[in-house]
């Protein structure tokens, strides 16, 4: 099998599970409104708030934060081996086609964070919130555009992959920033052991997990405690982890991990946290306030209108400036459609909603992520048909 054979049937494959991934994290988010919105609804805030955990190693967390902080690290992980591989061996390792969707993303990022910070100026809270609207999720953008879009080029996919992989990587940059109120040194320092252990088992092409599963742990739980969040000691592990598999290796160590580990992010650990953060309470009055309230409505317009401007104003810039390539048979339009999917924010604005703000504040922006959200995903299912329809018959016309 040849290396370019091989890469395209890894992507068809993470396609697929990304796919019925996003479906899954639909019915989670789905169960957690109905539950909390249901006479059950005290049921599902006392299992939320449950705390469990050893107190000496600072981890007597809830539910819910042992969802955000650890569940989520395994998602990280599987987006920092995609993003490790993607680099080395995939779509961002050539210049040329990686450079339209790093631009696109890095637009899709800095027009909605300009959009928050323009509505929301002089809120309380904003300093940080401005944050919420800059993610993508792979999950359900991916799972939107596999319902909708048979037709289109199989370019529109790598687009958007590639797209929300350094989407992520931003978010995650902004999480570690952001999201770091205090500092241990000797934690960090610990961590830091930890994860040059892993680089140097990695070199030495050592395979064995009771030495990797164990310094994983020891890693997350030194990350946690040093004060960054602890999600990003799953992406620091994902891109140490080794790409290339050596002469007479079947698999490189990152694409055995994301082949044994994938499908419990996409279909156990992300639909999971989004049962525990997505259940808010939702009434006239909530849903009021994300219109008539700054923060939740700078959120609201930076996913579903910043994310478009910024994508796809940002891909047409660099086309024209012939600082990128568009890719093979997707036009402006396609682009306008797949930009609309970016506003998909879901999983990692969920998180930097917990992250950036507490109690009612809180919850207001989480209701207009889950509602900008929805109306991303509608709009671009909508445009997506059309679109895929128009390649169809410009593919019966040929």
């Known amino acids: 099998?040849?290396?370019?054979?091989?890469?395209?049937?890894?992507?068809?494959?993470?396609?697929?599970?990304?796919?019925?991934?996003?479906?899954?994290?639909?019915?989670?988010?789905?169960?957690?409104?109905?539950?909390?919105?249901?006479?059950?609804?005290?049921?599902?805030?006392?299992?939320?708030?449950?705390?469990?955990?050893?107190?000496?190693?600072?981890?007597?967390?809830?539910?819910?934060?042992?969802?955000?902080?650890?569940?989520?690290?395994?998602?990280?992980?599987?987006?920092?081996?995609?993003?490790?591989?993607?680099?080395?061996?995939?779509?961002?390792?050539?210049?040329?086609?990686?450079?339209?969707?790093?631009?696109?993303?890095?637009?899709?990022?800095?027009?909605?964070?300009?959009?928050?910070?323009?509505i929301g100026w002089g809120q309380p809270g904003i300093d940080r919130a401005w944050a919420i609207p800059v993610a993508t999720d792979i999950a359900f953008a991916l799972g939107v555009l596999a319902l909708t879009a048979s037709n289109l080029p199989s370019t529109a996919r790598v687009f958007l992959l590639s797209l929300a992989v350094v989407d992520d990587l931003g978010a995650i940059i902004v999480i570690a920033v952001l999201f770091t109120a205090s500092f241990d040194l000797v934690a960090a320092g610990v961590a830091v052991l930890a994860l040059a252990l892993y680089a140097f088992l990695q070199h030495k092409r050592v395979r064995s997990p009771w030495l990797y599963v164990p310094l994983a742990l020891i890693t997350w739980v030194a990350v946690h405690s040093a004060g960054i969040h602890a999600t990003i000691a799953g992406v620091a592990l994902g891109l140490l982890t080794r790409v290339r598999p050596d002469d007479g290796e079947e698999e490189a160590p990152a694409l055995r991990l994301e082949h044994r580990l994938q499908p419990w992010s996409a279909l156990v650990a992300v639909p999971l946290f989004a049962l525990f953060a997505a259940g808010i309470e939702v009434n006239a009055d909530s849903l009021a306030a994300v219109f008539t309230t700054a923060i939740p409505l700078a959120v609201l317009i930076g996913?579903?209108?910043?994310?478009?401007?910024?994508?796809?104003?940002?891909?047409?810039?660099?086309?024209?400036?012939?600082?990128?390539?568009?890719?093979?048979?997707?036009?402006?339009?396609?682009?306008?459609?797949?930009?609309?999917?970016?506003?998909?924010?879901?999983?990692?604005?969920?998180?930097?909603?917990?992250?950036?703000?507490?109690?009612?504040?809180?919850?207001?922006?989480?209701?207009?992520?889950?509602?900008?959200?929805?109306?991303a995903s509608l709009v671009a299912a909508g445009l997506l048909l059309r679109r895929s329809k128009a390649h169809a018959k410009a593919d019966a016309d040929e």
């Open 1 to 118: 099998m040849t290396r370019t054979h091989r890469v395209i049937q890894e992507f068809a494959r993470y396609l697929r599970t990304e796919t019925t991934g996003g479906i899954v994290l639909l019915v989670a988010t789905a169960v957690a409104l109905v539950w909390a919105n249901s006479g059950l609804g005290d049921v599902y805030r006392t299992i939320r708030d449950f705390e469990i955990g050893p107190e000496f190693l600072h981890l007597n967390l809830s539910v819910e934060d042992w969802a955000k902080d650890g569940l989520l690290a395994l998602f990280f992980f599987v987006a920092g081996l995609e993003l490790k591989r993607e680099l080395v061996i995939g779509e961002l390792s050539r210049l040329r086609q990686a450079a339209l969707p790093v631009i696109a993303a890095l637009g899709g990022m800095v027009v909605p964070a300009l959009v928050a910070l323009a």
């Open 303 to 375: 996913l579903v209108g910043g994310k478009i401007v910024g994508i796809v104003g940002a891909s047409i810039l660099a086309v024209k400036l012939k600082l990128a390539e568009r890719p093979r048979g997707l036009g402006r339009r396609d682009l306008a459609a797949l930009g609309m999917l970016g506003g998909v924010g879901f999983t990692v604005s969920l998180l930097i909603a917990d992250l950036a703000l507490e109690g009612e504040a809180a919850e207001l922006a989480k209701a207009a992520v889950l509602l900008a959200s929805a109306i």
